[in-house]
């Protein structure tokens, strides 16, 4: 079965530096997607950034990008230039492309932007 | 654009009672996934709707049931309410199975549910 693990139950960053949260996962599948949401106090799953394990160039959105570890099976999001709204839970997810529905959550890592 | 959107926000119920908590997908989505989020914890997979039909399900008791309407909108149903039953319950709809994103799912606010 397929395992997603966040190392760091709480991180802190400071205003407008960078910082970057881990994720790895376990799988025996060859193709798959990954993700990171970000999960406010409002509770919105709020989708950040999306992988396909098939591409080899890491996925960007503005200030937030990934380091994929194909290989290493590691998913770590960097967010530059941090802000105060980006304080939240953030999850890594795993799907396998023949999985029809099922994502598969970490745990969670409670970012903290101090000003 | 609207997002997908729950109902309702927040829910009290006692134990052995039922519930049902009910779900809108995004425009031009035609499939719905429900999540069970307990406090402190990632989403755990509940089922995934499509046509009207469950097509997945996680491990979860017969308790949990639900349903499809033609308009893609979902509910999901939880009988004979256990004290652990507390928890965030998240829908997520995705895009049709020909879409480029069928992989990507976008999710609710959530309805809290509270068992006492």
């Known amino acids: 079965a397929q395992t997603v693990t966040q190392s760091q139950p709480e991180m802190s960053v400071q205003e407008a530096e960078t910082v970057t949260l881990s994720c790895t996962y376990d799988?025996?599948?060859?193709?798959?997607?990954l993700f990171w949401y970000k999960q406010p106090p409002s509770r919105q799953m709020i989708l950040v950034i999306r992988?396909?394990?098939?591409?080899?160039q890491n996925a960007t959105e503005n200030r937030f990008s990934v380091n994929f570890q194909k290989a290493a099976k590691s998913f770590s999001l960097k967010i530059s230039d941090s802000q105060l709204g980006d304080a939240a839970m953030y999850f890594c997810a795993y799907k396998g492309r023949g999985s029809q529905g099922n994502l598969i959550f970490g745990k969670g890592t409670k970012l903290s932007v101090k000003p | 654009d609207a997002g997908v959107t729950q109902s309702p926000t927040h829910l009290i119920k006692t134990r052995g009672q039922q519930v049902t908590l009910r779900c809108s997908p995004k425009?031009?989505?035609?499939?719905v996934s429900w999540y069970q989020q307990a406090l402190g914890q990632g989403p755990q997979f509940i089922f995934q709707y499509y046509e009207e039909e469950e097509r997945q399900r996680g491990n979860f008791p017969d308790r949990f049931s639900g349903h499809q309407f033609p308009n893609y909108s979902s509910e999901l149903n939880v009988n004979a309410l256990l004290l652990g039953d507390s928890a965030l319950y998240l829908c997520?709809?995705?895009?049709?199975?020909?879409?480029?994103?069928?992989?990507?799912?976008?999710f609710g606010p959530g309805t809290r549910l509270t068992v006492l």
């Open positions: 799988t025996s599948e060859s193709d798959y997607y």
């Open positions: 992988q396909e394990a098939y591409k080899q």
């Open positions: 425009s031009g989505h035609d499939t």
């Open positions: 997520a709809s995705s895009s049709p199975v020909h879409a480029r994103s069928t992989d990507t799912q976008y």
